[in-house]
T-cell receptor, first 111, second 110 residues
Framework: EAAVTQSPRNKVAVTGGKVTLSCNQTNNHNNMYWYRQDTGHGLRLIHYSYGAGSTEKGDIPDGYKASRPSQENFSLILELATPSQTSVYFC??????????FGSGTRLLVI | QEKVQQSPESLIVPEGAMSSLNCTFSNSASQSIWWYQQHPGKGPEALISIFSNGNKKEGRLTVYLNRASLHVSLHIRDSQPSDSAVYLCAVRSNYNVLYFGSGTKLTVEP
């Protein structure tokens, strides 16, 4: 069954540390997306990709980097984590005008 | 960047009633409009989409789109307790990115 898998499911990080959130999709979708979800803000777009080797900035890219080494994998990197990056992060894949398939999310706490 | 606003923030309806959710967006030239359902601790799941003005019906769901007024609504007929969730309105931009509203929390009371 086609799916989007995120890891880890939960993460506690220290301020100033490096955090990598991983996403793998088996949908063979060209496009992949990283969102964060906070109460009162809904889903906000951080980075997205149209295919292997490409990354694009979304609406809130500051403090985040993205990497798309292959069709299946899309990572979100926090080089210097801050408490303001405490959130739930969702990865999604999609193609054309199809609906997105979302992962189950990664809950990140930066202390 | 699309601006998407949803109302109400929360909605409580009795079982069997009609649930009506609203969404406004900022760009009349947007591509498709989507409604997603999100249960606690889960990722959003697509419910229904619409592109053209008018309405679209799928099962108990009906969506109405009016591009001139930048408004779309979702109506759930015969609401069930299992419909209790957060409903997200999303607008697809011309470069294939979805922009989401902050959601409506629906509670259906038995």
């Amino acid at each position: 069954e086609a799916a989007v898998t995120q890891s880890p499911r939960n993460k506690v990080a220290v301020t100033g540390g490096k955090v990598t959130l991983s996403c793998n999709q088996t949908n063979n979708h060209n496009n992949m997306y990283w969102y964060r979800q906070d109460t009162g803000h809904g889903l906000r777009l951080i980075h997205y990709s149209y295919g292997a080797g490409s990354t694009e900035k979304g609406d809130i890219p500051d403090g985040y980097k993205a990497s798309r080494p292959s069709q299946e994998n899309f990572s979100l990197i926090l080089e210097l984590a801050t408490p303001s990056q405490t959130s739930v992060y969702f990865c999604a894949s999609g193609t054309g005008d199809s609906d997105y398939t979302f992962g189950s999310g990664t809950r990140l706490l930066v202390i | 960047q699309e601006k998407v606003q949803q109302s109400p923030e929360s909605l409580i309806v009795p079982e069997g009633a009609m649930s009506s959710l609203n969404c406004t967006f900022s760009n009349s030239a947007s591509q498709s409009i989507w409604w997603y359902q999100q249960h606690p601790g889960k990722g959003p799941e697509a419910l229904i989409s619409i592109f053209s003005n008018g309405n679209k019906k799928e099962g108990r769901l009906t969506v109405y789109l009016n591009r001139a007024s930048l408004h779309v609504s979702l109506h759930i007929r015969d609401s069930q307790p299992s419909d209790s969730a957060v409903y997200l309105c999303a607008v697809r931009s011309n470069y294939n990115v979805l922009y989401f509203g902050s959601g409506t929390k629906l509670t259906v009371e038995p």
